[in-house]
């Protein structure tokens, strides 16, 4: 028999006509099974002496009073309270009383059970709950009016993707492993004929990362503006979505990480020295609120992906390898070349990235229409305001595809970063002489993401358009292009010059191509290849062409550098002829010439002679970086050593020097491992032996990245499974 029946057993063995005083009740202490609890929310990675739970799901909380509880004459009243000022009509303040059974998506403590001075209850948090901290307090009526508070403890509630009432709910294990529970994945970087997997330790289960969460929020324009409002907001996934990306920017806040698109980091470290997202958490906490210096867009996304994955929303990292920015909005970006085949800096803003990296979170949007619920692009790198703040999304991924750019938010700008049209002028004497090119297809090339449950890249390019070119597409693009672009669609002087079509007929076909892997620290070798097709000017005969080639350091953002090497070749091209053209990039003329990215823009114009018309051919050559190996010992156990074997080896002519060294990994390493190897000579190698003493178990990453003043990103990464410490 359980507690509750021994109680009544005994009061029915009493003389009913004595006289029965019962004791006040008084509470003596309280066990919320922290362990117990996290563990049955998901949340045990973050600790097990904090109790830590999921809205929408209850957990058991043990009362241990001064005599047994009595169900019929005790009364008592649970409250939960978070914020500065709690307030049951703003949902930061709930009382409930014991009820024997759970009554609806409402706070409630039920199902009780009475064990001698022991009263077990479940308490339950909507799925809809204010997510933070929360003080929980028991009111204990002596009647009369009378009563006693205590304090029980207090509690962090999350989002919880497991709850079908929950907006993040995400009805896959798979996927809720991947995209809530994973620790680690990779950021896409490069180029879309280039694409570099770079090692993340997102980090999101780290003990103080909870709290460095909630104080980003706590920092946020909104919360200082009105704390109460902010608090009360904080429910709704779409708006704390929308604080988190403004905040992880310092565009207009004390935000996480401030931007630096150029080249002088000495205030700060380069964006490319990063492994992970918790040494840049630690460092903007413990500095009281001061952006961390310094980022850019993959170190902006993956700071939110810990942070999200933090929170309980179901978050990914995703890659868009040719983004465009199209601030005007017209969904056309130019870029202009002179005769010599120099790209030319322009002043506007608008820009095609080598590739551009957000977030997708996924959720209910309530506030759409049906049928745009699911992956919601976000985007933390401060490009255009958005309701006043450098902050952009949800955008819904579906409406992106669908080309139904009025759904909110910034719908329109992510649309274009995708799906807007490259249009490449030759420039003389500061005017747009000529189109050379006009790209309805070359933008949102490869768009990629961790591949669920592996180490491989999805591309998930179908999921934000049609296929280029399809009907579908080309639907799509019009429906957007005229909410987009409204009555300046007749205004543009573009449109004649493209409804033309002069720049597609060609006499020439030219193609650059590697004759062989580039690698940093020797000469590029490419050839041209040239191809005369018959057109409606030249149907036949030869043609002679002057081809003036110019190679710049390409930046991230899309911009170029200073011409670092010039050539020009003269061709002369009969009907169906085709040659093949070397061409050679000494390494001395690149040597100290790129930016940390190590791409380089080759492009060459080529005129026909005896006309006015021009032709372009463009080469982006990204140069691989030296290559190192790590290797473990065969088992990994949980507080056993965990020998790592580093190595590499300078295969290039040119000495690195100053090397750096950073190990980071969660599970692995407590914060990171830093190292100064000192100067590699051309043809050496270097090894580095180390023992690990893993702290987690299961799958876990190291990720290694060696810098040095030549190249600043040799990184590589080992997936490692520890096992459980085993029973002695």
């Given amino acids: 028999m359980g507690g509750a029946a021994r109680w009544l057993r005994r009061l029915e063995c009493l003389d009913p006509n004595a006289d029965v005083t019962v004791a006040a009740l008084e509470l003596r202490s309280v066990d919320l099974h922290s362990p117990r609890n996290n563990k049955g929310h998901h949340t045990q990675e973050m600790g097990l002496k904090r109790l830590i739970v999921r809205r929408g799901q209850p957990f058991v909380l043990q009362l241990h009073f001064n005599r047994p509880f009595h169900p019929g004459t ?398 579908e597409e080309r639907s799509v693009f019009i429906k957007a292009s005229r909410k987009m672009l409204g009555s300046r669609k007749a205004l543009s002087r573009l449109l004649d010059l493209l409804g033309s079509g002069g720049f597609q007929n060609q006499p020439v076909q030219l193609q650059l191509h590697l004759a062989r892997m580039p690698e940093w620290g020797q000469d590029v070798q490419l050839k041209l290849h040239a191809h005369r097709v018959p057109d409606r000017a030249h149907p036949q005969g030869p043609i002679r062409l002057e081809v003036r080639f110019c190679a710049q350091a390409l930046l991230h953002n899309g911009s170029t550098r200073e011409p670092l090497w010039r050539q020009k070749v003269h061709l002369n091209l009969d009907f169906g002829e085709e040659v093949q053209w070397p061409l050679l990039l000494p390494y001395d003329n690149y040597r100290n010439k790129l930016t940390d990215e190590k791409l380089i823009r080759v492009s060459g114009i080529a005129k026909v002679e005896g006309t006015r018309r021009f032709l372009l051919v463009l080469k982006d050559v990204s140069l691989e970086p030296p290559h190192l190996s790590i290797e473990v010992s065969e088992r990994a156990e949980v507080g056993k050593a965990l020998s790592v074997h580093i190595t590499l080896t300078n295969t290039r002519t040119v000495a690195l020097s100053h090397c750096t060294m950073v190990l980071e990994g969660s599970g692995l390493i407590h914060g990171q491992i830093a190292n100064d190897l000192g100067t590699l000579a051309a043809g050496n190698t270097i090894q580095i032996h180390l023992d690990l003493y893993p702290f987690k178990a299961g799958h876990r990453q190291l990720q290694v990245l060696i810098s040095s003043n030549e190249v600043k990103e040799i990184k590589g990464y080992k997936a490692i499974f520890v096992s459980a410490a085993r029973a002695s």
Wanted: with cysteine.
């Fill in 74 to 471: 005790d009364r008592v009243i649970f409250v939960a309270e978070t914020g500065p000022a709690p307030k049951e009509l703003l949902g930061t303040r709930a009382t409930f009383s014991l009820t024997k059974t759970r009554g609806g998506n409402v706070w409630s403590v039920s199902d009780f059970t009475i064990d001698s001075n022991s009263l077990f209850v479940s308490l339950f948090t909507p799925a809809n709950a204010v997510i933070g901290y929360y003080t929980l307090k028991l009111e204990i009526s002596q009647g009369q009016g009378h009563g006693v508070t205590h304090l029980l403890g207090t509690f962090i509630l999350l989002f919880n993707p497991w709850s079908s009432e929950d907006d993040v709910y995400l009805p896959s294990e798979i996927l809720l492993q991947e995209y809530i529970m994973m620790d680690y994945g990779f950021v896409y970087k490069g180029h879309e004929r280039f694409i570099t997997s770079w090692p993340w330790n997102y980090g999101q289960f780290e003990e103080d990362v909870i709290d460095i969460c909630f104080e980003i929020l706590n920092k946020s324009l909104y919360f200082l503006e009105n704390p109460s409002k902010d608090y009360s907001q904080r429910n709704d996934v779409v708006y704390v979505c929308r604080v988190v990306s403004a905040m992880i920017n310092s565009n207009d806040d004390n935000g996480v990480l401030q931007g630096n698109w150029g080249e002088d980091y000495s205030l700060g470290v380069s964006p490319l020295v990063w492994n992970g997202s918790v040494a840049i958490l630690r460092q903007w906490a413990a500095r009281g609120g001061q952006p961390v210096k310094y980022g850019q867009c993959w170190v902006f996304a993956a700071v939110m992906c810990t942070v999200m994955r933090c929170l309980g929303v179901p978050t990914r990292v995703v890659s868009n390898f040719r983004s465009a920015h199209n601030v005007d909005g017209n969904l056309t970006i130019d870029t202009y070349y002179d005769r010599n085949a120099e790209m030319l800096s322009t002043r506007r803003q608008d820009k095609i990235w080598n590739f551009h990296v957000w977030n997708e979170c996924w959720m209910i949007r309530k506030d759409l229409p049906p049928g745009y619920n699911g992956w919601q692009v976000l985007d933390p790198t401060p490009q255009q305001t958005s309701s006043g703040l450098f902050c952009c999304g949800p955008a819904s991924v579906k409406a992106i595809r669908e080309g139904e750019v009025h759904l909110a938010y910034d719908t329109p700008f992510v649309y274009a970063e995708v799906n807007a049209d490259e249009v490449v002028w030759l420039l003389e004497d500061g005017h747009a002489q000529e189109i050379l090119a006009h790209n309805s297809s070359s933008i949102g090339k490869e768009i990629s993401t961790k591949m669920v449950g592996s180490d491989q890249r999805q591309n998930i390019t179908s999921f934000y358009k049609y296929p280029e070119g399809s009907p």
